[in-house]
């Protein structure tokens, strides 16, 4: 079965700690695995795409990676802003449908 | 440029009442999904349109989910004899191109519906 896990479900860091999030998928044939940042009261906003096994994308504080079992995304000495859920999804082959995680939800404390 | 809108934001319902949900995608975008996403989840896909074409609905729990895109822009989603269990953020995301499992989806924010 097609599914997606997240952890840990939360995670509480001091201001400049960094740490990872994981997310592991058992999907065959991945097409393409996506991190969201999603606030309170709002809808996910796209963070990254990665495609194949190796490959890295950053930004500011964030560089997610990927293996062929697993996602990992990175959190550079966060700050209070980066306090959001941060999801992970992958797309199912041969259909339309996207599976999500159910997410990290981070506070970073100053 | 505008993003993704959705209304009501926020949507009270007697249990058995139906409902409607709109989303106003970007201008322009070709594809369209629905999610619905209950408290503490990541979002759940119901149904995903190219254009006007409903080419996927195999997320919709019930046959008291219906949603429609009639002129391929604003999208619809109908909830019929509505349940506590409807209960849940229905979120729209609209893409540029037609269906590609590369294209960024981008969200509205979301209607929170509640059933009582």
């Known amino acids: 079965e097609d599914q997606v896990t997240q952890s840990p479900e939360a995670l509480r860091l001091q201001e400049g700690e960094s740490s990872s999030l994981n997310c592991s998928y058992t999907?065959?044939?991945?097409?393409?695995l996506f991190w969201y940042r999603q606030d309170p009261g709002k809808g996910p906003e796209f963070l990254f795409t990665l495609y194949s096994a190796g490959e890295e994308k950053e930004k500011e504080r964030l560089k997610a990676t990927l293996t062929k079992k697993e996602s990992f995304l990175h959190i550079t000495a966060p700050k209070p802003e980066d306090s959001a859920t941060y999801l992970c999804?992958?797309?199912?082959?041969?259909?339309?449908?996207?599976?999500f995680g159910t997410g990290t939800r981070l506070k970073v404390l100053a | 440029g505008a993003g993704v809108s959705q209304s009501p934001r926020y949507k009270v319902a007697k249990r058995g009442q139906d409902v409607a949900l709109r989303c106003d995608p970007i201008s322009g975008h070709v594809s369209l999904f629905w999610y619905q996403q209950a408290l503490g989840q990541g979002p759940e896909f119901l149904t995903y349109f190219q254009n006007e074409a409903q080419l996927d609905k195999s997320g919709l729990p019930s046959d008291r989910f219906f949603a429609e895109r009639p002129e391929g822009s604003v999208s619809t989603l109908k909830i019929q004899r509505t349940q506590q269990e409807d209960s849940a953020v229905y979120l729209c995301a609209s893409s540029l191109a037609k269906w590609s499992w590369q294209e960024t989806q981008y969200f509205g924010p979301g209607t929170r519906l509640l059933v009582l």
């Open positions: 999804a992958v797309q199912v082959p041969g259909t339309y449908k996207y599976i």
């Open positions: 999907v065959s044939g991945l097409r393409g």
